[in-house]
Every structure is written in C-alpha cells, then in structure tokens.
C-alpha cells in the first residue's frame, strides 16, 4: 500500500470518525444527564463504527458502483440496516436473551438514537465527499463552494454543537437559568482531542490544497516539503496544546484589573526609586545638622500592591496572574490579526481610517517617539565599543539583506524577485492589494482586469517571477533587463491607475 494510498484509505476515515465521535460522545453525556435510566454508553463507540463504515461507503460507491440508481439503492440499504442496528444494539445492552425481541420499536429512545447515528452517518459522508473533491480542478461556476472552505466550516460549526453540549453537560441547568456565572473547572477532554485532531486535518487540508495549486501551475515541488510541513503542524500542536493546559478554565483576573495592578507596581518602583535616590540622602544630610523628621528607614517602607483577586473573589497568586496574562494577550493578539486582515482587504475603509484625525495626532506622536528613541539608542551605540563587522554574507538576514540593496548591484534572478515585488507594493498602493490565499498568476490576471494596457506587461513579469523563484534554471542578464522593462510600463499604469 502506497503512502498515499496509507493516507486515503486509514488515516482520513480514522481521523473523520474521531472527530464526529468527539461531538457525538458530548451529546451522549448531555443526554444521560436528563435521562433517569442507566444511560446509553454504548452509542458513542457505535458512531465512531458508524462514521468509518460511511467513509468506506462513500469510497465504494464512487469506484464501483457507477450507476446512479445502485448508489441510490445501496444508501436505502444503509438507513435500512443502520435503524434496525440500533434496536438490536439497544436490545443487547439492555441485557435481553433475544436481540430481535421488540423489533421495530419506535419509542423515543430509539428514536433519538438512530437520529444521532444518523448526524454522524451524514456527516462522515460529506466530509469524505470533499475530501475527494481536494484532488480535483477548481470549479468556476456560481455557487460553488470550495471543498477546503465547506470541510472549514463544517469543522467549526461541529466545534459549535460540541462546546454547546460539554458545557451544558458540565453545569447544571439551574445554575444558568439563574445567571450566576458558574465556572466549569479542568479541561474537557473530547473538546481538547477534538481541535486537536482538527488542527492537524485542516493542516493536511491546506497541503492538499496548495500541492494541487502548484501541480497545475506546473511548479517544482520540493522533496522535503511534506515531511517539514508534518513536524512543523506536531510542532504547532505542541503549543496549541501548551496554551491549552496554560490558559484558565475557570475565573480570570479581569483585564481593567490587571492594567490597574500593572500601573500601581510602575508607581511603586518610582515611589522606591524617589526614595533611595532622592528623599534617603536628603534624609541622611538634614541628619548631619541633627535634623530628624520622622523614622529613619520611613521612606523606604512602601509596600508593594496587592495582589488582584479573581472574579470568583479567590485570592490572586503570580500564577493565576501569568494565566490571566496570557488569556488576555492572546485575546487582544487574535482581535489584533482579525481587524488587520479585515483591514489589509478592504482598503478604502483603511485609508478612510488612516484619515481621521485622532489617528494622525497618534500617528505623529508614535513617529516622534520612534525617532526619539532610535536618536538615544544611536547616542547609547556611539559608547559602546563597536564589535568586529560580519563578513559579507553571513547572519540569518543576510539574504533579505541583499533584497535591500539597489536594482544595480543585485543579481539577475534578484532583481526579478524585486521588479515583481515592488510591483505588488505599488498595487497596493492603489487600492488593488494582493490576498493572501491568491497564487501569483491568480491576482497577476485580478489586477490585469483592472488595467487592460498593462495586461500583457503583468503577464509577463509574473511568468518571469515564478521561473526565477521556483525553478533551479539559470536567470540571465537579458531576463533582469526584460523584466525591467515590464516593471517599468506597469510603473505607468499603476499611476494612471491611481488618477483614475
């Protein structure tokens, strides 16, 4: 069995299964919390079986059953056997002789277990619907949803119905109808194994993705790349999961809170520092001249702050205050990448907030503190002994280094990469940005829309940029010049552009 084979045919289906039986395990629990039976424990490993046999389904009918009325036929059969399964199920569990006895039984029980087997059927038999579909040519009709979008949302809205019932099987029900704002203690594992899973298959996603990209753009695709991507998605999960043991389950420390404490330690080291350099000498010289007017170490007996408590009215410690940190910096980090992003795509509401005058006023203050802290560092490196200076070349930035230089004194196959480069930054510029889910051929014919004349100039440099960055082939002194001359023509557009 080939890897990729290895990939399509175990670890997808085991993964999807694991996934549906995570959310599926949640309303399993949420449903013996109401129930005054012993429970049904044995529907949660039932929809994992349940979840691999539509995966392995959906793989037949696609390569042996062709006709549309076998397909049809075999899914009737399916539901058929897959209602009865669950009476004979419910039968055994029960601890009856007979395992027919009592078929077809349609009470309530049976009822809302066939309805959740089926949830899990469906979805495991889309979810490997677009996972096929990942190898296949984008389609360009109206309303066609791209499988690795559809298999996304499909992730977080099964992420939704998860985190709904583990919290509602965790907290007692009166407890929220009478607002108290319970806290759930400790880590929910079938959420923790959920994202967990779905990390790594949304990474796999990507990968498919981008390897069918670069396939049809003829690309050369390098041969360490699948196994970087693996350790580099381990590592990421590492820290995912790092975060996720580090972060609070229960009541944080507010954040108003936190920024009161954090102004009140910086007055406590200013009141300290005050009193040892200033107020501690001048107490010590009126001292000399038999003046005391209070205790000799006074000034020195500031206390720092307290530590701030919880929201819970629980004693603060460093460790829930490092927690809280870390909660409220991530927060403020992701509500930072989500209002960039927002932003970098849409830049007429950007420059429109770039024009207002409270951002300008702030604008200028920051560039006056950039310049005069960048003034004292160059006033704080001229007394310092100077270290011996790198030979050329070496460091981590060095190739970015030479990016930086001139036109002139790069070399071909760089001054490709700059001439292509600045063109994009002179497109955003303009208000026609680069997104970045788009291929260099994809926005090099978005931007080529927008300005007809420099069409074929675009075409070009494009063409020029990917056989400089991505093929091994030499890049001679007549590309550089050809790809100047494209880059110069679009120049001219873009500015017409602008006018425009």
């Not at 990939?7 to 129930?35: H, K, M, Q």
């Not at 087997?117 to 066609?144: F, I, R, S």
């Not at 007394?383 to 190739?399: D, E, K, N």
């Amino acid at each position: 069995m080939t890897q990729f084979r290895w990939l399509e045919d175990v670890v997808r289906p085991l993964f999807v299964a694991a996934l549906i039986t995570c959310i599926a395990s949640a309303w399993v629990g949420l449903a013996n919390l109401s129930s005054a039976g012993p429970g049904a424990g044995y529907l949660t490993p039932l929809c994992f079986l349940v979840a691999v046999e539509a995966f392995i389904s959906r793989r037949m009918i696609r390569t042996r059953l062709h006709r549309l009325d076998n397909a049809k036929k075999y899914r009737a059969a399916e539901l058929f056997v897959l209602y009865f399964l669950v009476q004979i199920v419910n039968n055994l569990a029960a601890g009856r002789s007979n395992p027919l006895a009592g078929i077809p039984n349609a009470d309530s029980g049976n009822i809302l277990s066939f309805v959740l087997l089926l949830g899990c059927w469906g979805a495991a038999t889309l979810t490997a619907g677009d996972l096929e579909d990942l190898d296949q040519p984008t389609q360009n009709y109206q309303g066609y949803i791209q499988p690795a979008d559809s298999l996304t949302k499909r992730f977080f809205a099964g992420g939704l119905l998860l985190l709904f019932a583990a919290g509602l099987s965790r907290v007692e029900i009166a407890t929220l109808v009478n607002l108290s704002n319970p806290s759930v203690p400790g880590l929910v594992l079938n959420v923790l194994v959920y994202f967990a899973l779905g990390m790594v298959m949304l990474g796999q996603i990507q990968y498919s993705t981008l390897t069918r990209r670069w396939r049809e753009q003829d690309a050369r695709i390098s041969a360490g790349l699948a196994r970087r991507w693996v350790w580099l998605s381990a590592a990421f999960l590492a820290i995912v999961a790092a975060i996720a043991f580090v972060l609070p389950t229960g009541h944080t420390i507010g954040l108003l809170d936190l920024l009161a404490y954090g102004l009140s330690i910086i007055g406590f080291v200013l009141t300290l520092l005050l009193s040892v350099l200033i107020i501690a000498p001048l107490l010590w010289l009126l001292g000399l001249f038999g003046w005391n007017p209070g205790g000799e170490d006074e000034p020195l007996n500031a206390q720092p702050p307290a530590l701030p408590q919880s929201s819970a009215g629980g004693g603060g410690d460093w460790f829930e205050i490092v927690r809280s940190l870390v909660f409220w910096g991530l927060l403020l980090l992701i509500f930072l990448y989500m209002a960039r992003s927002y932003l970098r795509n849409r830049p007429d509401i950007a420059r429109a907030i770039r024009d207002l005058g409270i951002v300008r006023l702030a604008g200028r203050l920051w560039l006056a503190l950039r310049r005069r802290l960048r003034r004292y560092a160059r006033a704080v490196a001229t007394r310092l002994p100077h270290r011996p200076a790198r030979r050329p070349g070496a460091g981590i930035g060095s190739s970015i280094g030479r990016l930086l230089r001139r036109p002139g004194e790069m070399s071909a196959r760089e001054q490709v990469l700059y001439y292509y480069l600045d063109t994009i930054h002179r497109a955003r510029d303009t208000g026609h940005p680069r997104r970045p889910n788009q291929t260099p051929r994809e926005y090099g014919n978005a931007l080529g829309s927008n300005m007809p004349e420099g069409r074929p100039d675009m075409d070009d440099l494009t063409d020029a940029f990917v056989e400089a960055r991505y093929s091994p082939h030499p890049v001679e002194t007549e590309d550089a010049g050809r790809a100047r001359t494209h880059w110069q023509r679009l120049g001219d557009a873009l500015k017409g552009l602008r006018r425009e």
